[in-house]
């Protein structure tokens, strides 16, 4: 939806951490959660290849959504 970047940056429904030690993801983890207050159960450990195949997946469904919602307009507007 238009207008939520701020909102869905404070409170996203879920962070991946990938790289580095366990120790620096658990530190940024930290970090996150007291700076903005996120819950604990929004976070993903994981190792760089799941977070590729993570944005990847994410990065497909958002354009899949995007592709329908366009063919939507161009559908309801030939009946005008």
Partial sequence: SEGTA???FIS???IILSGGTVTIRN???KL??????IPENRFIQTSPTEAEIIKLAA???LSCRVAILNEFVRIS???D
């Fill in 27 to 29: 530190l940024l983890q």
């Fill in 77 to 79: 507007s030939s009946y």
């Fill in 32 to 37: 996150y959660m007291s700076a903005f207050s």
């Fill in 59 to 61: 990065n497909t469904m």
């Fill in 12 to 14: 996203p429904d879920r």
């Fill in 6 to 8: 701020l909102t869905n």
